[in-house]
């Protein structure tokens, strides 16, 4: 039960089943993980972000493009295991309940970020800065869907 | 001179001064950052080892391998801006000031965690476990040559 329930959260991120072979870490250490994933994703966000505000540096945005494609394929899923819905890692988790409920909602969310990250690296990849920055604006519609689901108000 | 010393530190680890376009956040938030890009680090370091160690997952072993590699190439140096020396981010930093005098050493092991990162990612994708496992190591050796250099111990 609880193995699967695991699978269908990860699965309904776009993760195979196969990827859920060695589930490390304790709920604290899971929490603090996807923490910090999600500020390595912000990080990078607003590099792309002061890029394309400022002066345009294609290698810095590829820089932050691959590291969000990388992220976003990485699996992270998995570190929303059964038992983490509460908890401190750096801080209070901020993850609702309904993300390790309404698996529907959280396999649409997750395949969108899938899809935009992946986009946004063979963007910035081509150098076109009108283009990352709509390419760009789509990822940040697809965090923002998952946050308004799954993120608990943030103080 | 500001400037000069921060190229110097992006330098060292195999960026471009290009890279430094736009640089991003107060020392705070470059501490935050970093700290967060050693942690998935971390997160992916041990899923391999968990891999290497039990059943094998050739997929997860590339999903962490690939995200190594990615933070590797991602220009994280320029987290290490001059006035970041001291101040806290998650948690108080643990940086030696050496790394921001010592540009001659910070070059030599950057460049060893680039190499033996994208080395990594090259290995994992081939699949072979036993090939992995050495690779692994051989990057494991990178991070603690740094670790050992830069990094206070740790309490």
Not at 11 to 27: H, N, V, W, Y
Not at 103 to 127: F, P
Request: charged share 25%.
């Amino acid at each position: 039960m609880k193995f699967k329930k695991i699978a269908v959260t990860a699965l309904a991120i776009g993760l195979s089943s196969a990827t859920l072979a060695q589930s490390i870490g304790k709920p604290e250490d899971q929490i603090r993980w996807r923490q910090s994933v999600m500020q390595t994703l912000g990080w990078s966000m607003g590099r792309i972000k002061a890029n394309i505000e400022g002066a345009y540096n294609k290698d810095q945005v590829i820089q932050a493009a691959n590291t969000i494609q990388a992220l976003a394929n990485s699996g992270s899923g998995a570190l929303f295991a059964p038992g983490t819905d509460k908890g401190k890692g750096w801080h209070e988790t901020e993850v609702k309940p309904e993300l390790f409920t309404n698996t529907a909602k959280l396999r649409e969310v997750g395949s969108a970020y899938n899809k935009e990250a992946n986009e946004l690296a063979k963007v910035a990849a081509a150098g076109d800065a009108a283009a990352v920055k709509t390419q760009f604006g789509n990822l940040g519609k697809a965090c923002k869907a998952c946050h308004d689901e799954f993120r608990k108000e943030q103080k």
